[in-house]
């Protein structure tokens, strides 16, 4: 009989399956005959956790003899998407796993399935988090990533009569086998109250924080196992918890109620993630989550390095920190007042550690969606954290005016503090000031950054600013998610190097133009539409078929990613078959997906107006089924899982110089998409890589953005002058998409002639004569085969892992420590 260590982590089938009984048995309770798809699926959760755990003790063991430097991934949202199939895939027991099921006569899909995936972020920034913990797994680099435990993550979307309707998520309903809590490391977070001087034991005058409320972080521990290493990293979220002292307090004036109050007051902080993809000015709560996560994360890691090395002068060589956009930027404030407040280092010194411990990373150009916090909520939240920044901007400014004396407008433009009626607080100028690298997350918003956003930051501090492209997990976005097409690779390749070293892709180029691989290739993706097809009729009764070109466009809803572009387009096409309905069309199934922030009327009306087009378009007997439009609901990681398989074409038509990166561009190309797209953010390298002749290019340059804007950009002129640019809108506006209303849409039509700050209207021209060439180009199966080859031969660069090994040299100096498998 197989010994105990055998069952409990053994990798052989026959382990695997008495392990999993025993799990069905002694966690769940359960018998096979009685347990239920829920029970089924635990058991495999806590089967593949226990051999996760083995290696990260493991792990932990490796780093501690190591003391190996760790990268302290500070981000407020991780958006992880299930766990199980992801971990099998790392394991390397996806095969052996389907066996052992199969002989335990149990549905290994219906398992998968049954995972409900943790929403913890809204899009690409909390996606990208995920991918990075996966990628640092895999490269062998110590890591931790910190965040916060939402009860509540990004909500669950459902369609109501073409609108959007938002449900909370509990994702935490039926437990978490993924996470293990660990009740005993707690921090103690302060709000409000005052700051004093008092004189300190040994003499010295220090600054103290008086809190007039603190409440506990406790810390729960997901593992991320690397791909086919050993490595397991930890990925730490803060849970908000009211201290025991809560009740005494109260109970000794008799207030039961108050008492009981004051817990659930103290739990909120981490109860449920912002929706929205852009600051919302003066939510308090928002900064309280902040506030919350950095400090227990900075204290968590105060207490690591004391715990082994006794003396926080070595704290940056211990440790480098990546602020996740300017969510996380108070630890800089914070790391300062624990490093001089708590433990009595002096200014200087403090300074040139925090400096050294942060890098911080941009995700955005647009002005609104910096974040930036009033004085007078910060002093009465965080007093000692604004004492602490106006020391910072002091010295800060004095540097400024010495490299650049006589020129205070410049000051002005560079302080911590933005003067006028309301002062405000400028997170993205503390996390430069305070950061010892900057970089953007594509090559041409690393250069926007320096030369526009940063640019004074730039003139003083060149050598700080960094690029580092992203990329996407091929292992969630290839193996897991397209198994077929996965296997067609490395068949094709030899070998599955390609998923560790994703530039073996180039391969593939060599048997482009081969007839029966661009046949098995085209089956591969016709089953992965028949696959998708399947689940949105169950979703939506819409039917698609998969003979049609899926042409597709998932992200979150924002004006600045124009889906209302891609509206116009489907309309243009059904109009074109109104007045001639017997012409020759390319069938095509549009498909859209996406979340609307709550509190967004112009996106939550582009998600009705797509629905109510598709209402119409798919039952017009003159269309006759050769465009079909859907909206498929709730699109978050594990349907995306499902999607990017399905494309034909990925639209990233966002009016150049907006988007960032953008990350889906990465993961419907690596899946054999062709791409139709502007140069904005990572469509500028994709395009590079993958050649111009393999890409669907239109529309304006940011150049040419920044200069229209300048000269005046007039939308109703375009209107008034393109005839079918005007029939489009004038369509929504006669009320044909909407039963005869004809003011539903006027909010959104309105905007578009008269303000269209995104340039819809400029690049409307461009982007019809594009799409016609993807239908000319669609017509030629045998070479959009070819170039979707081509798409995945050459999309390598765009892997997570060369991402982070580009961290890892160029920004945080960090070695890979290996974990012995
Ligand atoms: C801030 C303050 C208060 C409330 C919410 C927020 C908030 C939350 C989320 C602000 C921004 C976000 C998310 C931003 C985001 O997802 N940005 C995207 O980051 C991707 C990864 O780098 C890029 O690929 C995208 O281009 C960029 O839009």
Redesign the pocket.
Known sequence: SPNREHTRTGMSKEALKQAYIDNLFYIQGRFREVATSHDLYMAAAYTVRDRLLARWVKSAQAFKVNRARTVCYLS??FLLGPHLANNLVNLGITKISQESAAELELDFAMILEEEEEPGL????????AACFMDSLATQCIPAIGYGIRYEFGIFDQTIENGWQVERSDTWLRNGNPWEIPRPKICFPIGFGGYTEQYRHADGSLRHRWLPSLEINGVAYDTPILGYGVGNVNLLRLWKAEAPQSFDFQAFNVGDYYGAVHAKIEAETISKVL???????VG?EL?LKQ?FFFVSCSLQDMIRLHLNTVGSLDTFANKFVAQLN???PALAVAELMRLFIDEHGMAWEQAWTITRNTFCY?N??L?PE?L?TWSVALFERLLPRHLEIIYLINQDFLNQVREKFPDDETRVIRMSLIAEGEQRRVRMANLAVVGSQAVNG??AL?SELVKTTLFNDFYDLWPEKFHNVT?GVSPRRFMVVSNPRLADLISHTCGHNDWIRDLSLLRHLEHHADDVELQQRWREVKIAAKQDFANWLQQQTGVVLDPQAMFDVQAK?L?EYKRQHLNILHIIRLYQRIQQNPNQEIVSRAFIFGGKAAPGYYLAKLIIKLINAVAEVVNHDPLVNGRIRVAFMPDFNVKNGQRLYPAADLSEQI?LAG???????NMKFSLNGALTIGTLD??NVEIREEVGAENFFLFGMTAAEVTAKQREGYRPWELYHADPELKADIDLINSGHFSRGDMVLFRPLTDHLINHDPFMVLADYRAYLECQAQVSTAWSDAANWDRMSILNVARMGKFSSDRAIVEYAKNIWNVPPVTVER
């Open positions: 407020a949202e972020g809204n899009g690409g920034l909390g996606r990208l912002y929706p929205n993809d852009e600051p919302e939510k928002r902040q956009d300017t969510h990373t995700h955005t647009l969606a974040e997350v594509a918003h992203n979150r924002h966002s907006k988007e960032a990166s953008g990350t889906g953010g990572a």
